[in-house]
């Protein structure tokens, strides 16, 4: 059975500051994706990113980035000079490659506090 | 930016009482989803559904819930005799296919059953 952890429940860091989130993941399937999702206050979930499991390319994306390591089943996500905007809980999501009913499984998430 | 869109953003019912949370996918879509968060905790699959059936579903998903897509557009979750543990925010999703691209969350439905 998959299972995505998270476990930092709280962090809260001062702005322009940098910040690692963790993530770490189980599977037994080697075909397999990951998200991160980011859940403002007014409760929407918004995708951040999705990575297969054969791309194990870190990726930049303005202040984003992740950090996808194989070895240790990790896909870390750090923002760099973190801004208050930033503040909502993230989480990190797993599926198995099925045949069709792809569902996510989630973590517990982050509730990131970004203090001004 | 093609959205997921539900309605309404929030209801309220009595215990006891049928509600029907509505969906309309990203119209290219094949694949429709609903998932369940309870207040301040992660973010739960209750059921997924393709080719007009449930293809998977959770043990959340018990005989009081139902999923339908009436018309090609519209994507309903039914909870028949709601409880207060119904109470919770749920996200419709839709994909559009092979290698998960697009997996898109609507904005979510807040159900308090009082």
């Known amino acids: 059975a998959q299972k995505v952890t998270q476990a930092q429940t709280e962090i809260s860091v001062v702005e322009k500051e940098d910040v690692t989130l963790d993530c770490v993941y189980e599977?037994?399937?080697?075909?397999?994706?990951l998200f991160w999702y980011k859940q403002p206050p007014s409760g929407e979930l918004v995708f951040l990113i999705r990575r297969n499991s054969f791309d194990e390319q870190n990726e930049i994306s303005g202040r984003y980035s992740w950090n996808f390591q194989k070895s240790t089943s990790s896909f870390n996500f750090t923002i760099t000079a973190s801004q208050v905007v930033d503040s909502a809980v993230y989480f990190c999501a797993l599926s198995e490659k099925g045949f069709g009913n792809e569902k996510l499984t989630f973590g517990t998430g982050t509730r990131l506090t970004i203090i001004p | 930016e093609p959205e997921v869109t539900q309605t309404p953003s929030h209801q309220v019912t009595q215990m006891g009482q049928e509600v029907i949370l509505r969906c309309v996918p990203i119209s290219n879509h094949l694949y429709f989803y609903w998932y369940r968060q309870i207040l301040g905790q992660k973010v739960e699959f209750l059921v997924s559904f393709y080719n007009n059936e449930i293809s998977e579903k959770s043990e959340i998903f018990d005989d009081q819930f139902s999923v339908e897509r009436p018309d090609g557009s519209n994507f309903t979750l039914k909870i028949r005799s709601t409880k207060l543990e119904d109470s919770a925010m749920y996200f419709c999703a839709s994909r559009q296919g092979a290698n998960l691209y697009g997996y898109t969350f609507g904005s979510g439905t807040r159900l308090t059953v009082v």
């Open positions: 599977t037994r399937d080697t075909t397999y994706y």
